[in-house]
């Protein structure tokens, strides 16, 4: 695979799991609050369980970045993932999707969906793009362009993305007149 996909692919992975750790360490005691609403481990664990997902999300963020520990980012990343959409897939399972998803800045409230779900298996992809071999061909100034563009649409793409499924239960609740 040509470096330049799994380059910038790895870099938006390392600034997405980056940028919610630290999103998540500002407001600790709300992802806590939040990881309790999923009642998937006891309470009493929770405060724990919420600075052990940060310092992970992190030490990923960090290890992609490394291009000897990429791979081992990579499968922690890959591993966050699917734990994250196990949780989400259990509750709407349980019916419960009122609750917050605790995987965006809690400035705005992102209720349990599919569309969530859908997500979370799209950037598990990225991840296994990203994790994929790369040629050993040297990147050029117009690859580090590219890769440096990418980066930056990816990232205006997952905010709009992200702002739209944080929007979507409003809309439906004012579509449905309720």
Not at 8 to 36: E, N, P, W, Y
Not at 107 to 115: F, I, K
Request: proline share 3%; with cysteine; hydrophobic share 55%.
């Amino acid at each position: 695979m040509d470096p330049v996909i799994t380059v910038s692919t790895s870099i938006c992975m390392s600034v997405l799991f980056g940028v919610a750790a630290v999103h998540k360490l500002q407001s600790l005691a709300i992802f806590r609050s939040a990881m309790d609403e999923y009642q998937l481990i006891p309470r009493s664990l929770s405060g724990i369980a919420a600075v052990f997902v940060v310092t992970v999300e992190l030490l990923a963020a960090l290890l992609v970045l490394i291009p000897g520990a990429r791979a081992a980012g990579l499968m922690v990343m890959a591993g966050l993932l699917f734990v994250y959409t196990a949780g989400i897939s259990i509750n709407l399972l349980r019916g419960r999707r009122d609750i917050d998803c605790g995987c965006s800045s809690f400035s705005s409230r992102h209720e349990l969906s599919g569309w969530l779900v859908l997500r979370n298996l799209l950037l598990l992809g990225l991840v296994l793009l990203a994790w994929g071999p790369a040629s050993d061909r040297p990147l050029n100034w117009l690859d580090l362009l590219l890769i440096a563009f990418g980066v930056l649409i990816t990232g205006g793409l997952y905010l709009s993305m992200n702002q739209l499924l944080a929007q979507a239960p409003r809309i439906a609740r004012l579509r449905s007149g309720t």
